[in-house]
């Protein structure tokens, strides 16, 4: 075999693999564009089982830190979100308990018990 064939064989395979490399990393880059879209999507409407689904396509993406980000900021809004929802159910029972409290004893409803603007 020819000396100068064989080097020019090579030289195709090489360019060859380049461009496959390239192919894989373009399709890698649109692929992981289009599971941030969905997985954004996914924690706008709160569906944790899609969330779920997208959150284990980070890894194979290359990109685990992202996927953790990503997820440590839809946890902290669900947990922002369920807390003002407990608040606002245990400021409710308060003031439903304020006024059946003024119903029984009259007056504030802080019967014997005075706040710090009152000492």
Not at 39 to 63: I, M, T
Not at 75 to 89: D, F, M, R
Not at 101 to 117: A, C, H, K, L
């Amino acid at each position: 075999m020819d000396e100068n064939l064989l080097k020019e064989s090579v030289s195709d395979e090489r360019e060859s693999i380049q461009t496959s490399i390239e192919v894989l990393q373009e399709a890698r880059k649109k692929l992981s564009e289009l599971v941030d879209k969905e997985f954004a999507e996914a924690a706008k409407d709160g569906d944790e089982n899609k969330v779920e689904k997208y959150l284990r396509l980070f890894p194979l993406l290359k990109e685990p830190d992202k996927g953790l980000d990503k997820f440590g900021k839809f946890l902290q809004i669900k947990i922002t979100k369920k807390s003002k929802e407990v608040i606002i159910a245990r400021v409710g029972i308060s003031d439903r308990q304020n006024r059946v409290n003024r119903g029984i004893f009259g007056g504030s409803g802080n019967s014997g018990n005075r706040g710090f603007s009152e000492i």
